[in-house]
Protein backbone atom coordinates (compact mmCIF):
# COMPACT_ATOMS: atom_id res chain seq x y z
CA UNK A 1 0.00 0.00 0.00
CA UNK A 2 1.46 3.79 -0.41
CA UNK A 3 2.50 5.82 2.07
CA UNK A 4 -1.32 6.55 4.09
CA UNK A 5 -2.26 10.32 5.00
CA UNK A 6 -3.94 9.35 7.80
CA UNK A 7 -3.23 6.44 10.85
CA UNK A 8 -6.14 5.56 13.07
CA UNK A 9 -4.63 3.87 16.03
CA UNK A 10 -6.77 1.81 18.49
CA UNK A 11 -6.02 0.25 21.62
CA UNK A 12 -8.30 -2.70 22.74
CA UNK A 13 -8.37 -4.74 25.37
CA UNK A 14 -11.04 -7.23 25.69
CA UNK A 15 -13.13 -6.28 23.03
CA UNK A 16 -14.26 -8.68 20.44
CA UNK A 17 -17.90 -8.02 21.17
CA UNK A 18 -17.38 -4.24 19.92
CA UNK A 19 -14.34 -4.79 17.45
CA UNK A 20 -16.35 -5.37 14.23
CA UNK A 21 -18.83 -2.72 15.05
CA UNK A 22 -16.31 -0.88 15.65
CA UNK A 23 -14.03 -1.23 12.41
CA UNK A 24 -17.33 -0.79 10.23
CA UNK A 25 -18.32 2.51 11.45
CA UNK A 26 -15.19 3.56 10.89
CA UNK A 27 -14.80 2.65 7.74
CA UNK A 28 -17.65 4.25 6.99
CA UNK A 29 -16.35 7.22 8.46
CA UNK A 30 -12.89 7.09 6.82
CA UNK A 31 -13.98 6.19 3.30
CA UNK A 32 -15.96 9.26 2.13
CA UNK A 33 -12.91 11.27 3.14
CA UNK A 34 -10.89 10.01 0.09
CA UNK A 35 -7.63 10.27 2.75
CA UNK A 36 -5.52 7.12 1.93
CA UNK A 37 -5.72 5.62 5.39
CA UNK A 38 -4.69 2.71 7.49
CA UNK A 39 -5.72 1.51 10.93
CA UNK A 40 -3.52 -0.19 13.52
CA UNK A 41 -5.17 -1.76 15.98
CA UNK A 42 -3.23 -2.73 19.36
CA UNK A 43 -4.39 -5.71 21.22
CA UNK A 44 -2.99 -5.31 25.01
CA UNK A 45 -3.29 -9.07 25.79
CA UNK A 46 -7.13 -9.65 25.76
CA UNK A 47 -8.38 -12.81 27.07
CA UNK A 48 -11.53 -13.22 24.48
CA UNK A 49 -10.36 -13.85 21.29
CA UNK A 50 -9.83 -9.89 20.22
CA UNK A 51 -6.56 -11.12 18.51
CA UNK A 52 -8.55 -13.74 16.06
CA UNK A 53 -10.64 -10.71 15.39
CA UNK A 54 -7.84 -8.20 14.43
CA UNK A 55 -6.31 -10.86 12.43
CA UNK A 56 -9.61 -11.35 10.11
CA UNK A 57 -9.73 -7.80 9.99
CA UNK A 58 -6.32 -7.95 8.88
CA UNK A 59 -6.60 -10.63 6.54
CA UNK A 60 -9.59 -9.01 4.81
CA UNK A 61 -8.56 -5.37 4.48
CA UNK A 62 -4.73 -3.65 2.89
CA UNK A 63 -6.27 -0.82 5.08
CA UNK A 64 -5.73 -2.55 8.33
CA UNK A 65 -2.56 -3.65 10.48
CA UNK A 66 -2.42 -4.92 14.12
CA UNK A 67 0.03 -5.86 17.02
CA UNK A 68 -0.62 -7.99 20.14
CA UNK A 69 0.80 -8.08 23.12
CA UNK A 70 2.16 -11.15 25.53
CA UNK A 71 0.02 -9.62 28.65
CA UNK A 72 -1.83 -6.77 29.61
CA UNK A 73 0.44 -3.70 29.68
CA UNK A 74 -1.87 -0.92 30.10
CA UNK A 75 -3.77 1.74 27.63
CA UNK A 76 -0.45 3.75 27.67
CA UNK A 77 1.85 0.73 26.56
CA UNK A 78 -1.10 0.71 23.73
CA UNK A 79 -1.13 3.84 22.31
CA UNK A 80 2.75 4.09 22.16
CA UNK A 81 2.78 0.67 19.96
CA UNK A 82 0.37 2.05 18.18
CA UNK A 83 2.06 5.55 17.56
CA UNK A 84 5.14 3.71 16.57
CA UNK A 85 3.70 1.44 13.75
CA UNK A 86 1.70 4.60 12.65
CA UNK A 87 3.04 5.47 9.12
CA UNK A 88 0.56 8.23 8.43
CA UNK A 89 1.18 11.72 8.69
CA UNK A 90 -1.96 12.76 10.65
CA UNK A 91 -2.52 10.04 13.68
CA UNK A 92 -6.04 9.78 15.62
CA UNK A 93 -5.80 7.81 18.66
CA UNK A 94 -9.24 6.59 19.36
CA UNK A 95 -11.04 3.58 21.67
CA UNK A 96 -12.66 0.73 20.52
CA UNK A 97 -15.47 1.13 22.57
CA UNK A 98 -17.69 3.90 20.34
CA UNK A 99 -17.34 5.96 22.81
CA UNK A 100 -14.75 7.75 20.55
CA UNK A 101 -17.79 8.44 17.90
CA UNK A 102 -15.39 8.01 14.20
CA UNK A 103 -18.00 10.15 12.21
CA UNK A 104 -15.98 13.12 14.01
CA UNK A 105 -12.51 12.16 12.80
CA UNK A 106 -13.73 13.83 9.34
CA UNK A 107 -13.58 17.03 11.23
CA UNK A 108 -10.54 16.72 13.21
CA UNK A 109 -9.11 16.20 10.02
CA UNK A 110 -10.81 19.40 8.40
CA UNK A 111 -9.13 21.35 11.72
CA UNK A 112 -5.52 19.78 11.02
CA UNK A 113 -5.88 20.70 7.20
CA UNK A 114 -6.36 24.50 8.77
CA UNK A 115 -2.16 24.24 10.61
CA UNK A 116 -3.09 22.93 14.03
CA UNK A 117 -0.50 19.72 15.08
CA UNK A 118 -3.03 18.44 17.82
CA UNK A 119 -7.08 18.48 17.44
CA UNK A 120 -8.61 17.44 21.00
CA UNK A 121 -12.03 16.11 20.97
CA UNK A 122 -13.30 16.80 24.30
CA UNK A 123 -16.48 14.81 25.60
CA UNK A 124 -18.80 16.65 27.74
CA UNK A 125 -20.82 14.57 30.84
CA UNK A 126 -24.07 13.33 29.19
CA UNK A 127 -25.10 10.43 30.96
CA UNK A 128 -22.20 10.18 33.65
CA UNK A 129 -22.56 9.22 37.07
CA UNK A 130 -23.40 12.09 39.42
CA UNK A 131 -20.61 11.51 41.70
CA UNK A 132 -18.40 10.19 39.26
CA UNK A 133 -18.20 13.39 37.61
CA UNK A 134 -18.01 15.82 40.70
CA UNK A 135 -15.19 13.87 41.51
CA UNK A 136 -13.50 13.74 38.30
CA UNK A 137 -14.34 18.11 38.09
CA UNK A 138 -12.47 18.52 41.66
CA UNK A 139 -9.69 16.02 40.28
CA UNK A 140 -8.89 18.87 36.58
CA UNK A 141 -9.56 21.52 39.21
CA UNK A 142 -6.42 20.23 41.45
CA UNK A 143 -4.36 19.34 38.75
CA UNK A 144 -4.78 22.74 37.06
CA UNK A 145 -3.36 23.65 40.55
CA UNK A 146 -0.34 21.46 40.79
CA UNK A 147 0.52 20.95 37.66
CA UNK A 148 2.99 22.51 35.20
CA UNK A 149 0.65 21.34 32.27
CA UNK A 150 -2.92 22.25 30.72
CA UNK A 151 -5.39 19.71 31.09
CA UNK A 152 -9.01 20.29 30.56
CA UNK A 153 -11.87 18.37 32.05
CA UNK A 154 -13.13 16.10 29.64
CA UNK A 155 -10.53 16.22 27.76
CA UNK A 156 -9.23 12.23 26.97
CA UNK A 157 -6.97 10.28 24.10
CA UNK A 158 -9.71 10.81 21.47
CA UNK A 159 -7.01 13.33 19.67
CA UNK A 160 -5.31 13.79 15.81
CA UNK A 161 -1.65 14.39 15.96
CA UNK A 162 0.38 15.52 13.19
CA UNK A 163 3.94 13.70 12.49
CA UNK A 164 6.12 16.48 14.28
CA UNK A 165 3.59 15.87 17.25
CA UNK A 166 3.79 12.26 17.27
CA UNK A 167 7.29 12.28 16.75
CA UNK A 168 7.74 14.84 19.57
CA UNK A 169 5.58 12.36 21.83
CA UNK A 170 7.77 9.30 20.96
CA UNK A 171 10.75 11.34 21.40
CA UNK A 172 10.12 11.12 25.67
CA UNK A 173 11.37 7.82 26.65
CA UNK A 174 9.80 8.03 30.16
CA UNK A 175 8.43 4.27 31.02
CA UNK A 176 5.96 6.26 33.82
CA UNK A 177 3.58 7.24 30.62
CA UNK A 178 0.64 9.73 31.33
CA UNK A 179 -0.06 10.75 27.90
CA UNK A 180 -2.85 12.92 29.02
CA UNK A 181 0.68 15.31 30.25
CA UNK A 182 2.84 13.90 27.32
CA UNK A 183 0.58 15.49 24.81
CA UNK A 184 -0.11 18.93 26.39
CA UNK A 185 3.87 18.98 27.26
CA UNK A 186 5.11 18.69 23.95
CA UNK A 187 2.87 22.10 23.02
CA UNK A 188 2.12 22.72 19.14
CA UNK A 189 -0.70 24.49 17.79
CA UNK A 190 -3.69 22.75 19.51
CA UNK A 191 -7.63 23.61 18.45
CA UNK A 192 -10.59 21.08 19.89
CA UNK A 193 -13.85 20.62 20.19
CA UNK A 194 -16.53 19.03 22.48
CA UNK A 195 -18.93 16.20 21.43
CA UNK A 196 -22.29 14.53 23.15
CA UNK A 197 -20.51 11.53 25.63
CA UNK A 198 -22.04 8.57 24.57
CA UNK A 199 -21.63 5.33 27.06
CA UNK A 200 -20.31 2.35 26.01
CA UNK A 201 -21.89 0.01 23.73
CA UNK A 202 -20.78 -3.35 24.92
CA UNK A 203 -18.60 -5.07 26.85
CA UNK A 204 -17.43 -3.29 30.16
CA UNK A 205 -15.05 -0.08 31.05
CA UNK A 206 -11.83 -1.61 32.69
CA UNK A 207 -11.55 1.64 34.80
CA UNK A 208 -12.74 0.84 38.71
CA UNK A 209 -12.35 2.97 41.36
CA UNK A 210 -8.66 2.24 42.12
CA UNK A 211 -7.53 2.23 39.33
CA UNK A 212 -8.62 5.68 38.67
CA UNK A 213 -7.13 6.81 41.97
CA UNK A 214 -3.93 5.31 40.90
CA UNK A 215 -4.39 7.02 37.75
CA UNK A 216 -4.75 10.23 39.37
CA UNK A 217 -2.21 9.44 41.37
CA UNK A 218 0.11 8.99 38.78
CA UNK A 219 -0.95 11.82 36.94
CA UNK A 220 -0.15 14.47 39.77
CA UNK A 221 3.29 12.68 40.30
CA UNK A 222 4.49 12.10 36.84
CA UNK A 223 5.26 16.19 36.07
CA UNK A 224 6.96 17.76 39.03
CA UNK A 225 7.70 17.60 42.18
CA UNK A 226 5.60 20.51 43.87
CA UNK A 227 4.11 17.11 46.39
CA UNK A 228 7.66 17.42 48.11
CA UNK A 229 7.84 21.22 48.31
CA UNK A 230 3.85 20.83 50.34
CA UNK A 231 5.47 17.98 52.81
CA UNK A 232 8.76 21.11 53.25
CA UNK A 233 5.78 23.41 53.88
CA UNK A 234 3.64 21.33 56.01
CA UNK A 235 6.90 20.73 58.01
CA UNK A 236 7.44 24.27 58.44
CA UNK A 237 4.41 25.45 59.60
CA UNK A 238 4.26 22.59 61.95
CA UNK A 239 7.72 23.72 63.61
CA UNK A 240 6.47 26.48 63.64
CA UNK A 241 3.48 26.53 65.60
CA UNK A 242 5.39 23.20 67.81
CA UNK A 243 7.77 26.92 68.71
CA UNK A 244 4.64 29.15 68.85
CA UNK A 245 3.53 26.88 71.52
CA UNK A 246 6.54 25.68 73.56
CA UNK A 247 7.07 29.76 74.10
CA UNK A 248 3.84 30.09 75.26
CA UNK A 249 3.76 27.07 77.46
CA UNK A 250 7.15 28.41 78.75
CA UNK A 251 5.46 31.78 79.92
CA UNK A 252 2.64 30.48 81.24
CA UNK A 253 4.62 28.23 83.41
CA UNK A 254 6.99 30.97 84.36
CA UNK A 255 3.96 33.93 84.94
CA UNK A 256 1.65 31.59 86.72
CA UNK A 257 3.57 28.70 87.75
CA UNK A 258 0.36 26.43 86.26
CA UNK A 259 1.29 22.41 85.91
CA UNK A 260 -0.54 21.71 82.80
CA UNK A 261 -1.74 18.02 82.73
CA UNK A 262 -0.37 17.47 79.37
CA UNK A 263 -1.45 13.81 78.19
CA UNK A 264 -3.90 14.50 75.10
CA UNK A 265 -2.04 17.27 74.12
CA UNK A 266 1.04 14.36 73.92
CA UNK A 267 -0.97 12.16 72.53
CA UNK A 268 -2.29 14.54 69.92
CA UNK A 269 0.93 15.72 68.94
CA UNK A 270 2.40 12.41 68.60
CA UNK A 271 -0.01 10.95 66.61
CA UNK A 272 -0.31 13.96 63.99
CA UNK A 273 3.16 13.94 63.31
CA UNK A 274 3.56 10.64 62.72
CA UNK A 275 0.71 10.89 60.50
CA UNK A 276 2.28 14.02 58.67
CA UNK A 277 6.19 12.39 58.67
CA UNK A 278 4.41 8.96 56.91
CA UNK A 279 2.59 10.60 54.46
CA UNK A 280 5.75 12.65 53.14
CA UNK A 281 7.81 9.47 53.68
CA UNK A 282 5.52 7.95 51.36
CA UNK A 283 5.35 10.94 48.79
CA UNK A 284 9.54 10.33 48.86
CA UNK A 285 9.02 6.93 48.33
CA UNK A 286 6.77 7.17 46.02
CA UNK A 287 9.54 9.42 43.72
CA UNK A 288 12.42 6.84 44.61
CA UNK A 289 10.00 4.19 43.38
CA UNK A 290 9.70 6.23 39.69
CA UNK A 291 13.61 6.58 39.62
CA UNK A 292 14.03 2.78 40.38
CA UNK A 293 11.26 2.08 37.77
CA UNK A 294 12.95 4.78 35.05
CA UNK A 295 16.90 3.36 35.82
CA UNK A 296 15.58 -0.21 34.94
CA UNK A 297 14.70 1.02 31.62
CA UNK A 298 12.91 -1.81 30.47
CA UNK A 299 11.04 -1.87 27.35
CA UNK A 300 7.51 -0.34 27.77
CA UNK A 301 5.53 -4.05 26.65
CA UNK A 302 6.55 -7.12 24.85
CA UNK A 303 5.08 -7.71 21.55
CA UNK A 304 3.76 -11.16 20.92
CA UNK A 305 2.57 -10.95 17.14
CA UNK A 306 2.07 -8.62 14.43
CA UNK A 307 1.20 -7.97 11.17
CA UNK A 308 4.15 -8.80 8.51
CA UNK A 309 4.29 -4.53 7.50
CA UNK A 310 5.21 -3.23 10.85
CA UNK A 311 8.31 -1.19 9.59
CA UNK A 312 9.38 0.32 13.06
CA UNK A 313 10.74 -2.00 16.05
CA UNK A 314 8.17 -3.27 17.88
CA UNK A 315 9.35 -3.06 21.26
CA UNK A 316 12.47 -1.76 23.17
CA UNK A 317 12.63 2.03 24.48
CA UNK A 318 13.02 4.70 21.88
N1 LIG B 1 -7.69 -0.47 26.97
C1 LIG B 1 -6.45 -1.06 26.73
N2 LIG B 1 -5.78 -1.64 27.79
C2 LIG B 1 -6.28 -1.62 29.06
C3 LIG B 1 -7.53 -0.99 29.28
C4 LIG B 1 -8.20 -0.43 28.22
O1 LIG B 1 -5.97 -1.08 25.60
O2 LIG B 1 -5.62 -2.16 29.95
C5 LIG B 1 -8.43 0.13 25.82
C6 LIG B 1 -9.86 -0.36 25.68
O3 LIG B 1 -9.92 -1.51 24.88
C7 LIG B 1 -10.53 0.83 25.00
C8 LIG B 1 -9.79 2.01 25.60
O4 LIG B 1 -8.53 1.51 26.07
O5 LIG B 1 -10.36 0.82 23.60
C9 LIG B 1 -10.56 2.68 26.71
O6 LIG B 1 -10.89 1.73 27.70
P1 LIG B 1 -12.24 1.79 28.53
O7 LIG B 1 -13.39 1.94 27.60
O8 LIG B 1 -12.22 0.60 29.43
O9 LIG B 1 -12.03 3.11 29.37
P2 LIG B 1 -13.10 4.28 29.64
O10 LIG B 1 -13.79 4.57 28.34
O11 LIG B 1 -14.01 3.76 30.68
O12 LIG B 1 -12.24 5.41 30.10
MG1 LIG C 1 -14.65 3.39 27.11
Not at 105 to 130: F, I, K
Amino acid sequence: MPHPQLTVVVPCFDESEVIDAFHAALVAALEPTGERFEICYVDDGSGDGTADRLRALAAASPHVRYSSFSRNFGKEAALLAGMRMARGDAVVLMDADLQHPPELVPRMLELYRHGYDQVVARRDRTGEGAVRSALSRAYYRMVRHFMDVEIADGEGDFRLLSRRAVEAVLSLPESNRFSKGLFSWIGFPTAGFTYRNVERVAGSSKWGGRRLLDYGIDGLLSFNTRPLRLAIHTGLWLFLSALGYAVWIVANAVLDGVETPGYATLITAIVGLSGVQLATLGVIGEYVGRIYHEAKRRPHYVVAESDAASPRPADGVP
